[in-house]
């Protein structure tokens, strides 16, 4: 099946500064999507994106679907300590899963 | 709507031990889905299942058994528990194959 690579693996800020994490595919997605887990908590839908180029916003988070389709990115701005967790990208796999996971990103933020 | 419940939140097993995991949803999903965590390695699927009475094999299926009865419900079950099974195991559901899946809280098994 299908592999997400996201990089970074983990992230250390300061509290206000912005983050920007990516995420990779060795074959073309037609979705991707968005979730942050809180520590202890079931992952929630951040962001979906369905076409190319895509470049859409939630608060202080945006997401852009890469045009090349195999990639995306995530950036925050100004960050707040509610903002720790772990951050996943997915998309639907072409193989025998519905959904493919990457590892996600872990973001610790220093006040 | 209490969206997508999970029973129990925690368990301890001894190997050997068998149990089942109790998936909700009541949003009318047709889609659900079986997923474990362990540290490093992201979300890995299980089992899922595309309507009632259907259930398919997701990445890592072995050891596990699961039904789809209701709509609403979705079961994991642990014939012979295993310490390679500990982990923290989610369910979620969706109303479309691959897109926009929503997660329950998770049930943190141990296996001793």
């Known amino acids: 099946g299908q592999q997400l690579n996201q990089s970074p693996q983990s992230m250390f800020i300061q509290e206000g500064e912005d983050v920007s994490m990516n995420c990779t595919s060795s074959s073309i997605f037609n979705t991707w999507l968005w979730y942050k887990q809180d520590p202890g908590e079931g992952p929630v839908l951040l962001i979906a994106l369905y076409k190319a180029g895509e470049l859409t916003s939630n608060g202080r988070l945006t997401a852009q679907f890469g045009i090349t389709r195999k990639d995306s990115f995530l950036n925050i701005s100004a960050s707040i300590p509610s903002d720790v967790g772990i951050y996943f990208c997915?998309?639907?796999?072409?193989?025998?899963?519905?959904?493919?996971f990457g590892k996600g990103t872990r973001l610790s933020v220093i006040a | 709507n209490a969206g997508v419940t999970q029973t129990p939140k925690f368990r301890v097993l001894k190997t050997g031990q068998s149990m089942t995991l109790l998936c909700a949803q009541d949003m009318n999903h047709e889609y659900m889905y079986w997923y474990r965590q362990d540290p490093g390695m992201g979300l890995r699927l299980i089992h899922y299942?595309?309507?009632?009475?259907?259930?398919a094999k997701g990445e890592v299926p072995d050891g596990y058994n699961v039904s789809r009865l209701k709509k609403q419900n979705f079961l994991l079950g642990l014939e012979s528990a295993a310490p390679s099974q500990t982990s923290v195991y989610f369910c979620?559901?969706?109303?479309?194959?691959?897109?926009?899946?929503?997660f329950g809280p998770g049930t943190r098994l141990t296996v001793t």
């Open positions: 979620a559901s969706s109303g479309l194959a691959g897109y926009e899946q929503y």
């Open positions: 997915a998309g639907p796999d072409s193989g025998n899963t519905p959904l493919v």
């Open positions: 299942s595309v309507g009632e009475g259907t259930t």
